[in-house]
């Protein structure tokens, strides 16, 4: 698969950071730290992450990181919030930024593989990326080999700027307009499928 291929990317956020990402961007791990803001990621994932150093000798948590495809595990993970948060859609363009990483699942797993952007992307397995589900009762290893190649990542260091935001996904009508009153004046699709 090359960029062209590629729709959008996409990250997940509490609606309340929306104000903060609309004026300083999606920030990497360690600057949003220093910032009020709500942090929806699992506490285990961040503590492997923050011990992550990719090949190129830099901090995971000093990248912003994307997904390829927002339908998964993350997202599955924090369905008891869909009335909170949204999905923002990223232009594919950040893609082509200098010292962009494209990792080929989970960018914290111990089996996980980088490489630059955007010739990295024929190392992905986009059948498993895009594939509805991830779940496989029959063989406990092929279900977590799949449930971590669904969240490949973007790695973008320091931040993505807000210029590349296109648009924003929502479970519902009374989640779109708190995403209004957040001064989000970019489309909001209300998009169920996405959603768990």
Partial sequence: MTIDHIKELYYITPISNISS??????????????????????????????????PNGGKLHDYANLYFDAHNPMLS???????KICILCISKEVLKLKDVII?????SSDYCRFYQSPIGLKYLDFDMIFCGYWIHNEDPYKYFEHKSIKCAEVLVPDKIDPIFISKAYVINKKVKEKLIEQEFSLD?????DIFF
């Fill in 188 to 192: 909001i699709m209300i998009k169920k």
């Fill in 103 to 107: 990792s080929d699942r989970n960018a």
């Fill in 21 to 54: 990402i609309l004026k300083l961007g999606i920030l990497c791990h360690n600057k949003a730290v220093k910032l009020p803001h709500i942090d929806i990621s699992m506490n285990d994932i961040q503590e492997r992450r923050a011990k992550k150093i990719i």
């Fill in 77 to 83: 993970r924090r369905r008891n919030q869909n009335s």
